[in-house]
């Protein structure tokens, strides 16, 4: 898959010619020397994981569908096309911009524990946790936000209703798609595991194997489902026979759903984290999320240094030292704040950063288990997707959504097809026990009935200037340094190159494991010597990682670009 091939920038002067008779004859009269730059001009772009997702957003734009139209097709589309990343038995993270009246919000679609669930039971009789529990069967899923978040974006938000946004969706499910080689390896990746899980191989696999690149993979009770959410809205997922479905599927599994988990599961609205740095103006994720708090932390501690380039290794020393830093703060505060207050604002005060920045030592790395334990607040009782789309008026979505590793739980429900998440195991099962993703964390992420696990996702704006900038990525922590570093290099950059924002290597830290994880290419000897030299500890993963989507529009002349990051064609495993 070419990277050009996720993208597209339509060019909405057509679609007002489409839509108004008038306008069209009057273009037509014009002469076309000037009609040629009109439509030379592009203001509306799609950035997604996946050509047909893409396609989806388009045809929905062109239908008089906004950016939040055309994400809730473009969601909805991933789900059947990518269902290894996202899908209706996920949740995920939806940042909206409004252009009308510069409405900013964060739709909270994660997933929530069920009621009946206790911490007690991802652990055997001698007190360890009991392996695989977070991940695969009925324990490793969390109740769903994905359909709630679709209805709720298109009717808040949206122009059209559900049955045509969803419509591009239900027609690949019911009608197939051809997979790509992505999807082969994934499966090929993942194949005993399809195998052994409810329902999966029967949808996935081809009778018992991977299928090959080509074949065609059809999801007809996906269609069935996604026609009852078109119909019905949020009620045709959460009760009546698919909600009944997903509980008893997963109960079959181990779990211990009730059918009022599903019922009672609302999307919140949240004020996104917003902040400044050395002038741009930068909106990300909010908790449950930790990557607006880790963004806003890093580059606070980073604007205290002078500005250089991303790929220098002294400014690369100063980005790990600041994301070792969020990390360790993210450890010991974050969890879902409607369970227990977190200390956002302190977290956030200008003067703890400078504080915790004072501690970074340009020349040297501080060992992870020597950081202090410096505290921000004595009385203050927080495979995977993304896309971003802006639309000609600018509204804006920047959407991560998940099922957590690929191909969630590994349970399909019943004949709903509808594959769940095991986004249980982003719950910390305590200080000492690291998740997929390696992070540890406290109580404050620990598995309560109702609570939403703790997320990186980090879907962000930013603003300056010469525009806005929407992006995002899978990568589970890593999804964080991720953004920051494309952040670093979009705002360091004197011209825009998306291309080139997105090819940079990239490279991470998170407090623990204490070493700074790098990209098997792109990093010289002299870098690597140079890191180094300052104490840190350098391991080389053996795959690139991430999925970037990025979309920017410029303020002077209103044109969008949107870009995909070269690596979607690889395994991303996170
Ligand atoms: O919410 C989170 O942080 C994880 N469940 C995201 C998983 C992810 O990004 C996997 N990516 N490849």
Redesign the pocket.
């Known amino acids: 898959m070419g990277v050009l091939a996720n993208v597209r920038s339509i060019s909405v002067p057509w679609l007002r010619v489409a839509r108004h008779a008038l306008f069209r004859a009057a273009l037509a009269l014009a002469a076309c020397c000037w009609a040629s730059v009109i439509l030379a001009q592009q203001t509306a772009a799609i950035a997604t994981a996946h050509p047909l997702a893409t396609a989806a957003g388009y045809e929905i734009l062109k239908r008089g569908g906004n950016a939040f139209d055309a994400g809730v097709a473009v969601a909805a589309a991933l789900a059947v096309v990518e269902p290894y990343s996202s899908g209706l038995g996920g949740g995920g993270f939806w940042l909206l911009h409004r252009a009308d009246d510069g409405h900013q919000v964060m739709v909270d679609a994660r997933e929530t524990a069920p009621a009946g669930v206790r911490r007690e039971h991802y652990f055997d009789r001698d007190g360890k946790p009991i392996p695989g529990a977070t991940r695969q069967g009925g324990l490793a899923a969390a109740i769903p936000g994905a359909p709630a978040a679709l209805a709720h974006v298109a009717t808040r938000y949206g122009a059209l209703p559900l049955s045509v946004s969803l419509a591009p969706a239900i027609q690949y499910a019911r009608a197939g798609f051809k997979i790509d080689p992505r999807y082969a390896r994934i499966a090929r990746l993942r194949e005993r595991f399809l195998q052994k899980g409810t329902g999966t191989a029967r949808i996935f696999l081809d009778g018992m194997q991977a299928p090959q690149p080509g074949y065609v993979l059809r999801q007809p009770e996906l269609a069935a489902t996604l026609e009852r959410l078109a119909r019905e809205g949020a009620s045709g997922f959460y009760s009546g026979r698919v909600g009944r479905a997903l509980a008893a599927a997963v109960n079959e599994a181990g779990g211990v759903w009730q059918h009022s988990d599903l019922e009672s599961y609302r999307v919140v609205e949240r004020a996104p984290i917003r902040f400044t740095y050395r002038g741009a103006t930068i909106t990300a994720a909010a908790l449950p ?1 930790a990557g607006g708090i880790a963004l806003a932390q890093s580059l606070g501690m980073l604007e205290r240094f002078p500005s250089a380039s991303p790929g220098n290794p002294g400014h690369a020393h100063l980005v790990v030292e600041a994301l070792r830093r969020a990390f360790q703060d993210r450890a010991r505060y974050l969890g879902d704040s409607d369970f227990k207050p977190v200390p956002v604002t302190k977290l956030l005060d200008r003067r703890y950063i400078a504080r915790r920045a004072a501690t970074i030592d340009p020349g040297a790395a501080t060992k992870s288990d020597a950081l202090g334990d410096e505290q921000p607040v004595r009385s203050e009782s927080g ?2 997707t993304h896309f971003s789309v802006i639309d000609e008026a600018g509204n804006r979505v920047a959407a991560t959504l ?1 099922i ?2 690929l191909f969630g739980a590994g349970i399909v429900a019943g004949d709903t097809g509808v594959l769940l998440n095991n ?1 249980m195991d ?1 719950f910390s099962l305590g200080d000492d026990v690291p998740n997929a ?1 390696r992070l540890r964390g406290g109580r404050a992420n620990g598995i309560e009935p109702g609570k939403r ?1 703790l ?3 980090t879907p962000a704006f930013v603003e300056d200037e010469r525009g806005v900038l929407i992006l995002g990525s ?4 890593r ?1 964080v340094s991720q953004v920051l570093l494309a952040i670093l290099q979009y705002l360091h950059a004197s011209r825009v190159d998306l291309p080139r924002l997105l090819a940079l290597p990239r490279f991470h830290h998170q407090y623990w494991p204490d070493r700074v994880e790098i990209e098997p290419e792109g990093f010289t000897p002299a870098w690597r010597a140079a890191l180094a030299a300052k104490g840190h500890t350098l391991e080389t993963v053996n795959r690139k990682w991430g999925n970037m989507q990025v979309v920017f529009k410029s303020k002077q002349t209103g044109a969008a670009h949107a870009a995909s990051d070269p690596r979607g064609a690889d395994v ?3």
């Open positions: 999320s495979n995977t998940t957590n590793l986004e982003d993703y696990p997320s990186s996702m899978p990568g589970g922590s999804t991303a495993w996170y």
